[in-house]
């Protein structure tokens, strides 16, 4: 024994060494990836970065040019006008000159006037001798030493720390999971956080096969998170949480696993009657199938010749798949759950057609009897419903039957505390006790169902209701009343 318990260690630290590997060789991977994306990344970067500057460049070049052509302009239509002044003036003045050479006095009068007056009326005389605009283009000038130290400054972005979370602060209740974590220190700029979370059938840290891919919940804006409305249907639940800013998520934390110990079960469809049609947690009556119509199917089988019937000829296909199932017979329409309570509290549910006419639901011990009925042996405890002409609402065992007189829910919670010997019925809705059966369970119990004409849904995996367990507590404080119906052993 001792050196088995040695092998199954050993056997134990090469599976998390193996796995340990996988998950660095992951990793690797993992860098080389995210190192390539984030290289990337910074060349899509600096391309924008060079694109704007681009774009700066050609715009305020282009705002140069425009000054230039525009002074150009104003200067040549300046030169223009001069030259056509000049042109002017120097015909002027040859008049002049030659007018000089006149003899004759009224004639060098009468070409004075004319000189004077063209002088006086000349364009030389209204030019403005200063350049219009200034050659200077300093006003387009420009100084980046300012950006130039911004982008000398440029480094990666602040990336926040990973959160730590805080496992006394973790919940695992009511179907739900609330998470607490913490910063390793204060950082104001941490914008939202993400949570991942996934089930696994593993203790210990997540590992790499045999693992459902994480559920993300993104943007949470607290410190506390809390998953509603699970079906605990594994052992355990891994989660992990990461800080975000504006730009960049942070590392996740430690991953954390969390038990989510629940009483996970199917429908026994070997144990069932034949007159039910069991499909994993789903149970529906069929009338097509069991003894009514075997008997038809063999009068008529008797009718025609004296051979033997298909549910007495053991040659028969399926005579012979039903022989390996056909458990319970008679008006016993019942099946079984495939898991058995050994020890511990457990709670499951039960939702029944609108149109169900009779169905009953508690637990029985292993092995009933084929025609047993549940509440009619002192080995099974149950609530029944009858709705066939008039709706009645009883508890029964060891074929004794307790009226409940109040509304029957549409759906039935089922508490089974088996080491303290309580077996309690609630409304599933409000939480409200329907009755509670109190003994000393002395086997392992197996859920039980019973139904005529209709169906029946079992929800599993539910973690107690703290409704419930209060509720409990309340009624062990008070020292309820013990029915007669309950069997103390």
């Not at 973690?463 to 009343?481: D, R």
Request: charged residues 25%.
């Amino acid at each position: 024994e001792t050196l088995q318990r040695i092998v199954s260690t050993l056997v134990n630290k090469n599976d998390e060494i193996h796995n340990f590997i996988d998950m660095l060789n992951h990793t690797i991977s993992n860098v080389q990836i995210n190192s390539s994306n984030a290289i990337s990344e910074l060349d899509e970067e600096f391309d924008g970065l060079y694109s704007v500057l681009d774009e700066m460049k050609g715009s305020m070049a282009n705002t140069i040019q425009q000054e230039e052509a525009h002074k150009i302009q104003t200067l040549q239509d300046q030169l223009s006008q001069c030259s056509h002044a000049l042109e002017s003036s120097e015909e002027l003045l040859e008049l002049a000159v030659q007018s000089l050479d006149i003899k004759d006095p009224v004639e060098l009068l009468e070409a004075a006037r004319q000189i004077k007056d063209s002088v006086t009326v000349a364009s030389a005389f209204r030019l403005s001798l200063k350049p219009k605009v200034s050659d200077s283009m300093t006003h387009m000038m420009v100084d980046f030493a300012l950006e130039k130290r911004m982008l000398q400054a440029v480094k990666f972005l602040p990336v926040p720390k990973a959160p730590e979370i805080d496992i006394a602060a973790c919940l695992v209740a009511d179907n739900c999971i609330t998470i607490s974590w913490r910063m390793p220190e204060e950082d104001s700029r941490i914008d939202h956080f993400v949570l991942e979370y996934r089930k696994t059938n593993f203790d210990g840290l997540p590992r790499l096969k045999g693992e459902q891919r994480w559920e993300l919940i993104d943007y949470i804006k607290a410190t506390q998170y809390t998953l509603s409305g699970l079906k605990f249907d594994t052992k355990y639940m891994n989660l992990r949480v990461q800080a975000c800013n504006k730009a960049v998520a942070g590392e996740y934390s430690d991953p954390v696993t969390l038990e989510t110990k629940a009483f996970v079960f199917s429908l026994d469809g070997t144990s069932s009657h034949l007159n039910l049609k069991v499909e994993d947690t789903y149970v529906e009556w069929d009338p097509t199938g069991g003894k009514g119509q075997e008997k038809i199917k063999g009068k008529e089988n008797k009718n025609r010749s004296n051979t033997a019937s298909p549910k007495r000829s053991m040659n028969s296909p399926r005579a012979s798949a039903r022989a390996g199932r056909d458990r319970f017979a008679g008006e016993s329409y019942t099946v079984l759950g495939d898991t058995a309570v050994e020890s511990g509290q457990h709670y499951w549910e039960v939702r029944a057609q609108k149109d169900c006419k009779s169905y009953s639901v508690g637990v029985t011990y292993r092995n009933p009897g084929k025609f047993d009925q549940l509440g009619k042996t002192n080995s099974s405890w149950c609530i029944h419903i009858n709705n066939w002409l008039q709706t009645t609402f009883s508890a029964k065992h060891n074929n004794k039957a307790k009226t409940l007189d109040i509304p029957v829910p549409d759906r039935i919670g089922v508490y089974c505390d088996f080491d303290g010997g309580l077996l309690s019925f609630y409304n599933a809705n409000s939480k409200a006790l329907l009755h509670t059966f109190r003994t000393k369970f002395t086997q392992p119990l197996l859920p039980g169902f019973m139904i005529w004409c209709g169906g029946l849904t079992v929800s599993t995996g539910l973690q107690v209701p703290s409704a419930v367990k209060t509720l409990q507590k309340s009624e062990n404080g008070l020292g309820g009343s013990t029915s007669s119906l309950n069997n103390v052993a």
